[in-house]
Protein backbone atom coordinates (compact mmCIF):
# COMPACT_ATOMS: atom_id res chain seq x y z
CA UNK A 1 0.00 0.00 0.00
CA UNK A 2 1.36 3.34 -1.31
CA UNK A 3 0.39 6.28 0.80
CA UNK A 4 2.32 9.23 0.16
CA UNK A 5 3.38 10.96 3.00
CA UNK A 6 4.39 14.81 1.68
CA UNK A 7 7.40 16.94 3.61
CA UNK A 8 7.54 19.87 2.01
CA UNK A 9 11.12 21.48 1.72
CA UNK A 10 9.58 25.07 1.67
CA UNK A 11 6.05 26.98 1.73
CA UNK A 12 4.90 29.89 1.40
CA UNK A 13 3.78 32.23 3.57
CA UNK A 14 2.15 36.35 3.98
CA UNK A 15 4.82 39.07 3.83
CA UNK A 16 5.13 40.44 7.24
CA UNK A 17 3.63 43.66 5.84
CA UNK A 18 0.27 41.76 5.01
CA UNK A 19 0.43 39.85 8.30
CA UNK A 20 0.31 42.66 10.30
CA UNK A 21 -2.44 44.02 8.26
CA UNK A 22 -4.66 40.86 8.50
CA UNK A 23 -3.96 40.52 12.41
CA UNK A 24 -5.25 44.46 12.60
CA UNK A 25 -7.96 43.27 11.00
CA UNK A 26 -8.87 40.45 12.71
CA UNK A 27 -8.30 37.73 10.33
CA UNK A 28 -6.75 35.57 12.70
CA UNK A 29 -8.65 35.68 15.34
CA UNK A 30 -10.15 32.08 14.35
CA UNK A 31 -8.88 29.34 12.52
CA UNK A 32 -11.98 28.70 10.61
CA UNK A 33 -12.33 32.06 9.38
CA UNK A 34 -8.69 31.44 7.76
CA UNK A 35 -9.53 28.47 6.07
CA UNK A 36 -13.11 30.27 4.82
CA UNK A 37 -11.70 33.34 3.50
CA UNK A 38 -8.05 32.24 2.47
CA UNK A 39 -9.27 31.93 -1.37
CA UNK A 40 -10.74 35.28 -1.24
CA UNK A 41 -7.34 36.73 0.14
CA UNK A 42 -5.21 34.34 -2.26
CA UNK A 43 -6.58 36.15 -4.80
CA UNK A 44 -6.26 39.51 -3.91
CA UNK A 45 -2.87 39.40 -2.73
CA UNK A 46 -1.11 36.83 -4.55
CA UNK A 47 2.00 38.67 -4.28
CA UNK A 48 2.32 39.77 -1.05
CA UNK A 49 4.16 36.18 0.51
CA UNK A 50 7.93 34.89 0.68
CA UNK A 51 8.70 31.43 0.02
CA UNK A 52 10.65 29.99 3.69
CA UNK A 53 12.09 26.86 4.40
CA UNK A 54 10.18 24.60 6.52
CA UNK A 55 12.10 23.86 10.04
CA UNK A 56 9.02 22.63 11.90
CA UNK A 57 6.52 20.67 11.44
CA UNK A 58 4.04 19.83 14.32
CA UNK A 59 1.34 17.24 15.02
CA UNK A 60 -1.73 16.40 17.21
CA UNK A 61 -1.01 13.07 18.94
CA UNK A 62 -4.14 11.13 20.82
CA UNK A 63 -1.87 8.33 21.42
CA UNK A 64 -4.37 6.65 19.03
CA UNK A 65 -3.52 4.08 16.05
CA UNK A 66 -3.65 6.32 13.61
CA UNK A 67 -1.91 9.73 14.82
CA UNK A 68 0.85 7.58 15.84
CA UNK A 69 1.47 5.68 12.67
CA UNK A 70 1.47 9.07 10.85
CA UNK A 71 3.97 10.05 13.44
CA UNK A 72 6.28 7.36 13.08
CA UNK A 73 6.41 7.59 9.28
CA UNK A 74 6.85 11.25 9.20
CA UNK A 75 9.63 10.82 11.51
CA UNK A 76 11.17 7.78 9.13
CA UNK A 77 11.09 10.27 6.58
CA UNK A 78 12.96 13.30 8.17
CA UNK A 79 15.76 10.79 9.46
CA UNK A 80 16.48 8.62 6.27
CA UNK A 81 15.99 11.44 3.75
CA UNK A 82 18.16 13.48 6.31
CA UNK A 83 16.15 16.58 6.35
CA UNK A 84 17.29 19.52 8.45
CA UNK A 85 13.41 19.69 10.37
CA UNK A 86 12.19 18.96 13.77
CA UNK A 87 9.05 17.29 14.50
CA UNK A 88 7.29 18.94 17.29
CA UNK A 89 4.71 16.36 19.17
CA UNK A 90 1.41 18.17 20.28
CA UNK A 91 -1.08 16.80 22.71
CA UNK A 92 -4.30 18.32 24.61
CA UNK A 93 -5.26 16.65 28.14
CA UNK A 94 -9.29 15.90 27.11
CA UNK A 95 -12.17 14.91 28.67
CA UNK A 96 -10.26 11.79 29.37
CA UNK A 97 -6.82 12.49 30.66
CA UNK A 98 -5.10 9.11 28.62
CA UNK A 99 -4.41 11.46 25.85
CA UNK A 100 -1.19 12.59 26.81
CA UNK A 101 0.07 9.61 28.68
CA UNK A 102 -0.23 7.33 25.70
CA UNK A 103 0.83 9.94 23.23
CA UNK A 104 4.05 10.24 25.85
CA UNK A 105 4.21 5.87 25.01
CA UNK A 106 4.30 6.32 21.61
CA UNK A 107 6.74 9.34 21.10
CA UNK A 108 9.21 7.07 23.32
CA UNK A 109 8.74 4.16 21.19
CA UNK A 110 9.21 5.61 18.34
CA UNK A 111 12.42 7.52 19.05
CA UNK A 112 14.17 3.79 20.40
CA UNK A 113 12.94 2.31 17.39
CA UNK A 114 13.85 4.64 14.98
CA UNK A 115 16.73 6.32 16.74
CA UNK A 116 15.47 10.08 16.51
CA UNK A 117 14.62 12.49 18.64
CA UNK A 118 11.28 14.65 18.31
CA UNK A 119 11.09 18.22 19.68
CA UNK A 120 9.91 17.85 23.50
CA UNK A 121 6.56 17.25 23.61
CA UNK A 122 4.25 19.45 24.08
CA UNK A 123 0.99 19.10 26.52
CA UNK A 124 -1.73 21.50 26.98
CA UNK A 125 -4.46 21.60 29.67
CA UNK A 126 -7.88 23.46 29.04
CA UNK A 127 -10.11 23.68 31.92
CA UNK A 128 -11.31 20.09 32.13
CA UNK A 129 -15.07 21.78 33.41
CA UNK A 130 -15.54 23.24 29.84
CA UNK A 131 -16.22 20.66 26.95
CA UNK A 132 -16.18 23.08 24.08
CA UNK A 133 -12.57 23.94 24.92
CA UNK A 134 -11.20 20.90 26.03
CA UNK A 135 -12.49 19.17 23.15
CA UNK A 136 -12.79 21.75 20.21
CA UNK A 137 -11.19 25.12 20.78
CA UNK A 138 -8.38 24.11 22.80
CA UNK A 139 -7.31 22.83 19.41
CA UNK A 140 -7.92 25.92 17.33
CA UNK A 141 -6.30 28.23 20.11
CA UNK A 142 -3.26 26.44 19.97
CA UNK A 143 -2.55 26.40 16.29
CA UNK A 144 -3.50 30.23 15.92
CA UNK A 145 -0.48 30.28 18.81
CA UNK A 146 1.72 27.93 17.38
CA UNK A 147 1.70 29.39 13.95
CA UNK A 148 1.73 33.30 14.97
CA UNK A 149 4.95 32.34 16.98
CA UNK A 150 6.58 29.70 14.57
CA UNK A 151 6.66 27.07 16.58
CA UNK A 152 5.21 24.89 13.91
CA UNK A 153 5.46 25.90 10.50
CA UNK A 154 3.49 23.24 8.78
CA UNK A 155 0.84 20.77 10.84
CA UNK A 156 0.09 17.53 10.59
CA UNK A 157 -3.42 15.26 11.58
CA UNK A 158 -3.62 11.47 11.32
CA UNK A 159 -7.77 11.77 11.28
CA UNK A 160 -8.50 9.14 8.61
CA UNK A 161 -11.93 8.31 6.97
CA UNK A 162 -15.05 6.63 8.56
CA UNK A 163 -15.24 2.81 6.84
CA UNK A 164 -17.31 2.64 3.62
CA UNK A 165 -20.63 3.64 3.63
CA UNK A 166 -21.97 0.47 1.89
CA UNK A 167 -20.39 -1.60 4.55
CA UNK A 168 -23.13 -3.57 6.86
CA UNK A 169 -20.89 -4.76 9.23
CA UNK A 170 -19.95 -1.69 11.07
CA UNK A 171 -22.07 0.52 13.04
CA UNK A 172 -22.15 3.98 11.94
CA UNK A 173 -20.67 7.11 14.21
CA UNK A 174 -21.77 10.52 14.28
CA UNK A 175 -18.90 11.92 12.72
CA UNK A 176 -20.64 12.99 9.20
CA UNK A 177 -17.66 14.53 8.45
CA UNK A 178 -15.49 11.92 8.56
CA UNK A 179 -17.96 9.67 5.97
CA UNK A 180 -16.33 8.82 2.37
CA UNK A 181 -18.37 11.33 0.33
CA UNK A 182 -17.14 14.33 2.69
CA UNK A 183 -15.23 17.07 0.88
CA UNK A 184 -12.27 17.25 2.58
CA UNK A 185 -8.74 18.75 1.13
CA UNK A 186 -5.80 16.56 1.93
CA UNK A 187 -3.64 19.89 2.27
CA UNK A 188 -5.06 23.91 3.19
CA UNK A 189 -2.71 26.60 2.67
CA UNK A 190 -3.80 29.86 4.20
CA UNK A 191 -0.88 32.21 3.52
CA UNK A 192 -0.65 32.17 7.68
CA UNK A 193 -1.36 28.39 8.35
CA UNK A 194 -0.74 25.05 6.52
CA UNK A 195 -2.18 21.74 7.57
CA UNK A 196 -1.39 18.65 5.56
CA UNK A 197 -3.83 15.69 6.02
CA UNK A 198 -2.82 12.69 4.83
CA UNK A 199 -5.48 10.15 6.14
CA UNK A 200 -8.01 11.76 5.46
CA UNK A 201 -9.28 9.47 2.28
CA UNK A 202 -8.39 6.07 3.81
CA UNK A 203 -10.13 4.19 6.73
CA UNK A 204 -8.89 2.24 9.92
CA UNK A 205 -8.28 -1.44 7.44
CA UNK A 206 -5.80 1.48 5.68
CA UNK A 207 -4.29 1.99 8.73
CA UNK A 208 -4.05 -1.83 9.39
CA UNK A 209 -2.17 -2.44 6.06
CA UNK A 210 0.41 0.56 6.83
CA UNK A 211 1.09 -1.42 10.26
CA UNK A 212 1.75 -4.28 8.96
CA UNK A 213 3.77 -2.52 6.26
CA UNK A 214 6.38 -1.50 8.97
CA UNK A 215 6.04 -4.35 10.60
CA UNK A 216 4.24 -2.35 13.89
CA UNK A 217 1.45 -4.47 13.89
CA UNK A 218 2.13 -6.57 17.29
CA UNK A 219 4.53 -3.74 18.81
CA UNK A 220 3.35 -0.21 18.40
CA UNK A 221 -0.01 -0.77 17.58
CA UNK A 222 -0.69 -2.86 20.85
CA UNK A 223 0.40 0.61 22.62
CA UNK A 224 -1.99 3.02 21.59
CA UNK A 225 -5.41 3.38 22.15
CA UNK A 226 -8.62 4.22 20.79
CA UNK A 227 -11.31 4.02 23.13
CA UNK A 228 -14.30 6.48 25.12
CA UNK A 229 -15.21 3.99 27.87
CA UNK A 230 -15.37 5.34 31.03
CA UNK A 231 -12.71 4.89 33.82
CA UNK A 232 -14.73 1.74 35.67
CA UNK A 233 -15.00 -0.05 31.73
CA UNK A 234 -11.41 0.10 31.39
CA UNK A 235 -9.66 -0.72 34.54
CA UNK A 236 -9.24 3.64 34.96
CA UNK A 237 -8.00 3.91 31.53
CA UNK A 238 -5.28 0.89 31.16
CA UNK A 239 -7.68 -1.06 28.47
CA UNK A 240 -10.18 -0.75 26.08
CA UNK A 241 -13.83 -1.04 27.15
CA UNK A 242 -14.51 -2.73 23.52
CA UNK A 243 -17.99 -1.91 23.66
CA UNK A 244 -17.64 2.22 22.53
CA UNK A 245 -17.73 2.88 18.26
CA UNK A 246 -14.02 3.95 18.46
CA UNK A 247 -13.60 -0.14 19.88
CA UNK A 248 -15.73 -1.27 17.22
CA UNK A 249 -14.26 0.51 14.71
CA UNK A 250 -10.21 -0.91 15.93
CA UNK A 251 -11.50 -4.60 15.80
CA UNK A 252 -13.36 -3.88 12.35
CA UNK A 253 -9.66 -3.06 11.07
CA UNK A 254 -7.69 -4.90 13.62
CA UNK A 255 -9.32 -8.06 14.91
CA UNK A 256 -8.06 -7.09 18.22
CA UNK A 257 -7.84 -4.56 20.80
CA UNK A 258 -5.06 -4.56 23.70
CA UNK A 259 -3.22 -7.85 22.27
CA UNK A 260 0.09 -7.73 24.32
CA UNK A 261 3.43 -6.71 21.72
CA UNK A 262 4.81 -9.71 21.25
CA UNK A 263 7.14 -11.36 18.63
CA UNK A 264 5.74 -11.85 15.18
CA UNK A 265 7.05 -13.22 12.07
CA UNK A 266 6.16 -11.19 8.96
CA UNK A 267 6.11 -12.73 5.43
Same mark, same amino acid.
Given at each position: ???????????????????????????????? @??? =?????????? +???? %????????? &??? *?????????????????????? =??????? *?????????? %?????????????????? =??????????????????? @????????????? +??? %????????????????? *????????? @???????????????????????????? +??????????????? %????????????? =??????????????????????? &???? @?????
Amino acid at each position: MNIDIKIPREYKKYTPKVLNELTKNGYFDDVD @EIK =NKSHILENKI +KEEF %IIKKTEVIG &QWM *SGGADSSILAYMLCKKIKEENL =NIKFQPL *SVRRGRGWNP %IYAGHVIDFIEDELDFKM =NDHIVYYPDINDEYQRETK @EFRDRDMENFNTG +KID %ILYSGITCNPPEDDVTI *SKNKERTRD @ESAERPLESWSGFAYYINPFFKINKKDI +KKLYDKYKLTHTLFP %ITRSCEGSDYETG =NYTFHCGKCWWCEERLWAFGFLD &QPAQ @EFIYD
